[in-house]
């Protein structure tokens, strides 16, 4: 989130709960020592902390938007509450002055009916987010599975996707997508152009799929695309198609694919295997520009 | 046995590794403080003949395999090794007419270019065998070190000859987790689990000419390369250096206080220079026997009673213990080792 509102949210936070202790000084007695319940005070002590520790995740991991204003409403009414509490524990309770008593039991409510809300408001943003990404996940998220340049999974998981999808559909295609002499293209250009190609690309290839279809970055500039309930014949018009696709960017491309079918028993490790046979034999009978 | 490198003898080319390593971090924008913290490793420093240690490489290649997301490190290192190394063995390297007379250069000068390994070359009868080993690089980052040399050979041999590698290698390690990256920069042909590192290809792949082949310009290279070798002020990691003495005279038994008094230091000494290199005169002994073993039961196919009798064990059984300590497996098992490495 912007530094500027979490600014602001820290400065009316500080200057809120100022206020309010210097108002209890003005207007109430505080305990003596003896008679504070430190026990108490750690719990509703340790909640405030929790509370403020939630609000800190969300202002620093989520993105502007009403969905978020709402999350932080909500949270910031929690702690309100939770801070509340926590000064009740100082002071003498019968000389608390009434708008202190009305108001305590106020923000806590308020703040978790509002976060609920804005978690049914989430729920609703996930489940948008989800179907944008769904070429490029399939509804596994595993965030360490990542690569980071390409900003697509890696190979492993397209292994778990590949063993969790034999289960369950009758057939498949594995197609595989490898990008000729790229190394030329890190070499001339560097590597933060050839990174920005490989994005490219594979935004390239991730728009280019079925919904239920799935592209990961196997290693350097080879792609794999997983196509459950697909025909042998839409595979390899889906591979020319990302060829074409990838050409009219300027590079060529290899391909090569496999196709499975039920009765077939072969598992997620020798899938890859073969069709990284493939590939290879594809790459050596390939006839390489002499002139670069 | 002279010009022997210790752990802590600046005797890396800071050219080699570290400016690329370096590179490679500033263009992924990576903290190049925690790259280069541990090390003693400036920045500044590396623009004139500025050369590390072992040790200093040891750490540098620790920090760069933390901070490094994916498993491609080695590889991209690799691929862009020709281009990005100017000097005195490369030069050699463009002009080759032949992988033959690449792998002899590289051979002879990779003291200037690669000096974490070792190589010896062997020859069966449709095959031809280059043997890799750790010199001054370090045992726990030996996939590291492989994988880079590796891929800096497949990608060199590419550029030179224009068509893909087809060689096979032998690897003395399972199956690791960056498998993909193996399958993408050394292709398909991948043996693990092997007692030693070997890259295999057909005698008729040696012979193939080089586009760049420029003989008149490899006479020189090789000339100028001798010669950087002749100043070099260390010619030789010490566990490279043990290991090729070992393996010249296995016949002659030698011990931990035999070496350690043609180096002119103490056995005590000798021992804690090895310790710092994370490898021990055992291991370096057992590594000896070994390619020795592998080299009279896969290339000259002799008897386990023969072998037994050259390494002076007590007789062939404890060799076939010894052996089957080392590699797991027994030594009739590799008499076609070479011959039949991918079935």
Redesign the interface.
């Given at each position: 989130m912007k530094r500027s509102l979490a600014a602001k949210i820290l400065l009316a936070s500080i200057l809120v709960c100022t206020a309010l202790i210097s108002l209890c000084l003005l207007q109430a007695q505080t305990k003596t020592l003896a008679d504070i319940d430190w026990l108490d005070i750690s719990t509703e002590g340790a909640l405030l902390l929790l509370g403020i520790s939630w609000l800190t995740l969300v202002i620093q991991a989520r993105p502007g938007g009403r969905v978020t204003q709402v999350l932080l409403i909500g949270l910031l009414g929690y702690c309100l509450g939770c801070y509340m509490d926590l000064l009740d524990e100082f002071f003498i309770n019968t000389s608390l002055p009434l708008w202190f008593n009305l108001l305590e039991k106020i923000p806590t409510p308020i703040g978790l009916i509002t976060l609920t809300y804005g978690l049914c408001l989430w729920r609703e943003e996930q489940v948008t987010i989800n179907q944008q990404l769904r070429t490029r996940e399939q509804f596994y998220r595993q965030h360490k599975l990542v690569d980071q340049v390409t900003q697509i999974y890696t190979a492993s998981a397209m292994r778990h996707q590949l063993a969790l999808s034999i289960k369950q559909v009758n057939c498949l295609a594995l197609v595989m997508i490898d990008l000729d002499n790229f190394t030329e293209v890190n070499r001339r250009y560097g590597f933060i152009q050839g990174d920005q190609i490989l994005t490219n690309v594979a935004q390239l290839i991730a728009t280019q799929l079925r919904s239920q279809d799935l592209v990961c970055r196997y290693a350097g500039d080879r792609f794999i695309v997983m196509m459950p309930m697909c025909s042998a014949n839409l595979a390899t018009t889906i591979a020319a198609e990302l060829k074409s696709k990838i050409a009219s960017l300027g590079y060529h491309a290899s391909s090569a694919y496999l196709y499975w079918e039920r009765p077939n028993d072969s598992d997620a490790d020798s899938l890859i295997a073969e069709i990284n046979q493939q590939m290879e034999n594809v790459k050596q009978t390939r006839h390489w520009p002499k002139a670069v | 046995m002279q010009a022997i490198a210790y752990a802590s003898d600046k005797c890396i080319d800071s050219q080699l590794l570290v400016s690329n390593l370096i590179a490679?971090f500033e263009?992924?924008r990576l903290n190049l403080n925690r790259l280069l913290s541990g090390t003693g490793i400036f920045t500044q420093d590396l623009n004139e003949q500025h050369k590390i240690s072992p040790i200093q490489l040891s750490k540098l290649i620790d920090n760069a395999q933390k901070i490094w997301?994916?498993g491609?490190l080695a590889?991209l290192l690799g691929?862009?090794w020709l281009?990005n190394q100017s000097g005195l063995m490369t030069n050699g390297l463009l002009c080759s007419r032949d992988l033959a007379q690449l792998q002899a250069h590289w051979l002879k000068h990779h003291w200037l270019s690669q000096p974490w390994l070792q190589g010896w070359r062997w020859q069966t009868e449709s095959k031809q065998h280059l043997l890799l080993a750790l010199d001054i690089g370090a045992h726990k980052q030996d996939r590291f070190f492989l994988e880079l040399t590796l891929s800096s050979l497949v990608?060199t041999y590419?550029r030179l000859r224009?068509?893909?590698w087809?060689g096979e290698f032998s690897l003395p390690y399972p199956e690791p987790k960056?498998i993909?990256?193996y399958?993408?920069?050394l292709?398909?042909q991948l043996t693990f689990k092997q007692p030693l590192c070997v890259i295999s290809y057909e005698l008729a792949m040696t012979k193939k000419n080089f586009?760049m082949a420029n003989p008149h310009g490899y006479k020189l290279a090789s000339r100028q390369a001798l010669r950087g070798l002749m100043a070099a002020e260390y010619k030789v990691g010490l566990p490279g250096a043990i290991r090729s003495h070992l393996i010249r005279h296995d016949s002659q038994q030698l011990s931990l206080p035999d070496i350690s008094e043609r180096l002119g230091i103490s056995s005590a000494t000798l021992k804690r220079r090895l310790k710092e290199y994370h490898t021990s005169f055992q291991q370096l002994q057992d590594e000896a026997k070994l390619h020795r073993a592998l080299y009279m039961l896969a290339i000259n196919g002799e008897s386990n009673l023969a072998v037994a009798q050259q390494l002076k064990f007590a007789d062939s059984n404890n060799f076939r213990r010894s052996f089957k300590r080392w590699t797991g497996q027994l030594p009739s098992q590799f008499r076609d080792w070479l011959s039949q490495v991918h079935s």
């Open positions: - | 490679l263009q992924r997301q994916g491609d590889f691929q862009h281009p990608s590419k224009h068509e893909s087809q960056n993909e990256q399958h993408k920069y292709g398909f586009d």
